[in-house]
T-cell receptor, first 116, second 115 residues
Framework: GAVVSQHPSWVICKSGTSVKIECRSL??????MFWYRQFPKQSLMLMATSNEGSKATYEQGVEKDKFLINHASLTLSTLTVTSAHPEDSSFYIC????????????FGPGTRLTVT | AQSVAQPEDQVNVAEGNPLTVKCTYS??????LFWYVQYPNRGLQFLLK??????LVKGSYGFEAEFNKSQTSFHLKKPSALVSDSALYFCAVRDMPPNDYKLSFGAGTTVTVRA
């Protein structure tokens, strides 16, 4: 149980274009989803938190107009990187948390974004 | 603010030897602590958590962690390491309310188990 998928697993896009990454909870309802960014051999940096049906809460320093997050249902959240630039190249990981008092997060396999 | 520290960037052990990955914490109140493992180009996998109860927590893949309040530590251990345990390990702590839905992660420790 508690499986989270991400699609695509890797993507290459040209500078100036937008790319959408999907995060799905496959066998549970995710009331809260998180988006992280990870640089090589570094820890995870929380970008934003999204709750189903409401606007995402962005961490300080994360541009909300550049990283659009939509949590349209209890099993799907999307991250759209708009007008991508090479510095946006990174490993993006989503996680999901279900209902109740459990605090652990279940992570997706990550998406490797390369902007050329 | 809640935080965890992983003092070692790298840990190298021989297969069959005990493995310890260190984590210390700094919290206000009771800590909710977690260990995750990440394999190359993959997301994080949950290993174990401490919320309350026994100080020795058993988790997945033969790992366990010992919560030590006096030393503010939550070290991850495995009695006999396998080559397949080679990965990046993260300690994490739940943030305080009203941000208790968030986790704060340590910098990570790269474990290499040599055959």
């Amino acid at each position: 149980g508690a499986v989270v998928s991400q699609h695509p697993s890797w993507v290459i896009c040209k500078s100036g274009t937008s790319v959408k990454i999907e995060c799905r909870s496959l066998d549970f309802q995710a009331t809260t989803m998180f988006w992280y960014r990870q640089f090589p051999k570094q820890s995870l940096m929380l970008m934003a938190t999204s709750n189903e049906g409401s606007k995402a809460t962005y961490e300080q320093g994360v541009e909300k107009d550049k990283f659009l997050i939509n949590h349209a249902s209890l099993t799907l959240s999307t991250l759209t990187v708009t007008s991508a630039h090479p510095e946006d190249s990174s490993f993006y990981i989503c996680s999901a948390r279900g209902r109740g008092g459990s605090y652990e997060q279940y992570f997706g396999p990550g998406t490797r974004l390369t902007v050329t | 603010a809640q935080s965890v520290a992983q003092p070692e960037d790298q840990v190298n052990v021989a297969e069959g030897n005990p493995l310890t990955v260190k984590c210390t914490y700094s919290v206000s109140g009771n800590p909710y602590l977690f260990w995750y493992v990440q394999y190359p180009n993959r997301g994080l996998q949950f290993l174990l958590k401490y919320i309350t109860g026994d100080n020795l927590v058993k988790g997945s893949y033969g790992f366990e962690a010992e919560f030590n309040k006096s030393q503010t530590s939550f070290h991850l251990k495995k009695p006999s390491a396998l080559v397949s345990d080679s990965a990046l390990y993260f300690c994490a702590v739940r943030d305080m309310p009203p941000n208790d839905y968030k986790l704060s992660f340590g910098a990570g420790t790269t474990v290499t188990v040599r055959a």
